[in-house]
């Protein structure tokens, strides 16, 4: 960068200085899978690539690709893992970024996941003519 200075008597002066922009790029997220498919009401580790002198990561979990509808928020996670439980079933979306000092990262790239209810059926055989199942919705 170059920085001339004119004063009102016609004087100039002229200073060249390095500028240098730090762009962090963003982390890697790992766990969940971008497109995997989870039971519905499971405990979830959240994982993603950890970054070396940062202080602390922001976890931002959604219910759209737009971020719009925010379902849960966590800026102050101090590992690269946050354990999670969603209790609706659906496509979720998630993403991370880092802290170094004050100054945040670029956001990850979004992946998206989708919890799916689990259906259990039961069979009883009561003889031949007769069979009853049950199902269980978890």
């Known amino acids: 960068v170059s920085l001339i200075a004119t004063t ?4 100039s ?7 240098i922009v730090n762009e962090s790029l963003p982390t ?10 989870l039971p519905a009401l499971s405990s979830i580790n959240f994982e993603w690539d950890a970054v070396n002198q940062s202080k602390n990561y922001e976890l931002v979990i959604a219910s759209d690709s737009l971020f719009t509808n925010i379902v849960y928020s966590n800026s102050s996670t101090t590992t690269s ?11 979720f979306y998630w993403k991370v970024r880092y802290y170094i000092g004050v100054a945040a990262s670029s956001w990850s790239i979004v992946f998206k996941f989708k919890l799916m209810k689990l259906i259990v059926k039961r069979v009883t055989i009561i003889n ?5 199942i049950q199902s269980y919705i978890f």
């Open 8 to 11: 009102v008597y016609g004087c």
């Open 13 to 19: 002066d002229t200073t060249t200085k390095q500028l």
């Open 28 to 37: 890697t997220l790992v766990y969940p899978k971008n497109n995997q498919i």
């Open 81 to 91: 893992q946050y354990n999670y439980t969603l209790v609706n079933s659906g496509y």
């Open 128 to 132: 031949t003519n007769l069979i009853f």
